[in-house]
């Protein structure tokens, strides 16, 4: 089993629609978590930090569940920019930040 | 702040060949990271760096492989000799904080392929 496993989707998706991505991670130990964009042949780059609490930020809300061991990230009012690939990141302690393989998101006009 | 710098940004190279690829982190993080990404591998640590000091290398495919950080700025990737399934995309990221708790920031990467 994937330390982190992420459903590689794609998810296609019209404009406007609101999508949810989820994410499983096998180390119950873990420390902090991440949703990381990384666009076609460009780096990653941090969406939003993951808190136990859930946080939102602007159209974007992320989702921690300690006891399942599964992260959420919901986008709400997709737009055209908000196609790419979405990189769920777990922090095993110690700098040991494991990535998922990713989950792709085409929104289309 | 410049961000993460790498170079190059594409190196085509011959098998056997050897090839170096450097990191400039941002000014002031403590801790440096070298990442490949391969789609069939997803992003792979290979080694990261406290204070210019190699914490952790286990990442490290083998022995072609090797890094050096020599002083705070400036960070070395080198594989000798390189083969054609070392052909991946090679990200340094860097961080303020021990954790990650803040997250990485990732410099563009070097788009490697070995022929």
């Known amino acids: 089993r994937k330390e982190v496993e992420q459903d590689p989707g794609p998810f296609n998706v019209p404009e406007g629609a609101t999508v949810a991505f989820n994410c499983t991670y096998s180390n119950s130990a873990s420390q902090s978590f991440f949703w990381y964009r990384q666009d076609c042949r460009k780096e990653p780059k941090l969406l939003m930090s993951v808190y136990s609490s859930g946080n939102e930020d602007g159209r974007f809300t992320a989702q921690l569940n300690r006891a399942s061991q599964y992260i959420s990230l919901l986008i709400r009012d997709s737009k055209l920019s908000d196609s790419a690939t979405y990189l769920c990141v777990v922090n095993g302690g110690n700098n040991d930040m494991r990535f998922g393989a990713g989950t792709r998101l085409t929104v289309k006009p | 702040d410049a961000g993460v710098i790498q170079s190059p940004r594409h190196e085509v190279t011959e098998m056997g060949q050897e090839v170096t690829l450097r990191c400039k982190p941002i000014?002031?993080?403590?801790?440096l990271f070298w990442y490949r990404q391969t789609m069939m591998r997803g992003l792979e640590l290979l080694i990261y760096?406290?204070?210019?000091?190699?914490?952790?290398d286990s990442g490290m495919p083998e022995d072609r492989f090797s890094a050096k950080m020599p002083n705070a700025s400036f960070s070395t990737l080198k594989i000798q000799p390189s083969e054609p399934r070392d052909s991946a995309v090679y990200f340094c990221a860097s961080s303020l904080l021990a954790g990650g708790h803040y997250g990485y920031t990732f410099g563009s990467g070097t788009r490697l392929t070995v022929v």
């Open positions: 760096f406290n204070n210019n000091v190699p914490i952790d």
């Open positions: 000014s002031g993080h403590d801790y």
